[in-house]
């Protein structure tokens, strides 16, 4: 149940209401941004809300069990605060929201709503749709061990215990040219075995896409070109003479820890335990039922 001010209350009984929305969003960089669909600007609690800046409201979704609730906050791209390269980034995925009902001509009158993330955005060709989740979405989300034949830690992580930094595992390389929006050729990392990055991690650190980080699909050595492909295309074009550093992979196979890594006591999953085609055998008499590990 909300618990409204005194006077908002008296300001709801009168019959003539003054109401707007107002968005209070934190990207996960920290960056904090106030919009309202109020026609003028509106502050409080040492934030600005500004108006005609894309956002508008649908109704508010709620309900008695722990299922998520939802809203929409519709935008236009053409919104100087909201761009459409900062959507595609990332920037503004699972970042938190406030949404507040506000007495605009007394913005003192105000209750909070509700507070929430930005879920699942939908793009189109001039606008943008965000999705705001309640906070039951956190219940929905897998906490603890997973028991499966792969690794289930992060490579480089404290589980892992692999030093990404040391130099068998990570370079410094520029791109010699584009082959495709996600495909380059790069200088300064042949000394590296074909595949040694596969599945690892590319950051920029110079360019358009600096500070930014992608992940790797495949890393290709022929004939001394190192070929880089990328698991998707940046969001900013990649041109000749960008400087990364980039880091190894890992297919979190058992035999991968211990031939690539020397990390096997390391290793985090379980690769003898019985997998989907175990359940679905039967009797034979080819062999495949002496005991032996499957």
């Excluded at 960089?29 to 919009?35: K, T, W």
Aim: proline fraction near 2%.
């Amino acid at each position: 149940m909300k618990s409204l001010s005194p006077a908002l209350q008296a300001h709801l009984d009168s019959g003539t209401t003054t109401l707007a929305w107002c968005w209070k969003i934190t990207r996960s960089d920290g960056v904090s941004f106030g919009f309202t669909d109020h026609d003028r600007a509106l502050s409080f609690a040492g934030t600005g809300f500004e108006p005609e800046s894309g956002l508008s409201a649908s109704e508010i979704r709620s309900g008695s069990d722990l299922s998520v609730d939802s809203q929409d906050a519709e935008g236009a791209l053409t919104s100087d605060r909201i761009t459409e390269t900062d959507i595609l980034d990332g920037r503004w995925d699972n970042a938190l929201v406030e949404v507040w009902r506000v007495n605009w001509s007394a913005p003192g009158q105000r209750v909070l709503i509700r507070r929430g993330a930005i879920g699942e955005l939908r793009r189109g060709r001039m606008s943008f749709v965000a999705e705001v989740r309640s906070m039951a979405h956190v219940l929905g989300q897998t906490v603890g061990r997973v028991f499966q034949g792969t690794c289930d830690a992060a490579l480089g992580d404290e589980r892992c215990g692999i030093d990404l930094n040391d130099a068998a595992y990570s370079g410094a390389g520029a791109v010699l040219d584009k082959v495709r929006d996600r495909v380059f050729t790069a200088s300064g990392i042949s000394g590296f075995a074909n595949g040694w990055f596969a599945f690892g991690v590319l950051e920029w650190t110079s360019g358009g896409n600096s500070g930014r980080r992608e992940e790797i699909m495949l890393h290709e050595v022929a004939s001394g070109v190192v070929t880089i492909t990328l698991l998707e295309a940046p969001v900013r074009v990649i041109t000749s003479g960008d400087v990364f550093t980039i880091r190894a992979g890992c297919d979190k196979r058992a035999e991968t820890c211990a031939a690539k890594f020397s990390n096997i006591l390391n290793f985090r999953g379980f690769p003898h335990i019985p997998g989907q085609d175990t359940v679905v055998r039967y009797a034979s008499q080819d062999g495949g039922h002496e005991g032996a590990v499957l």
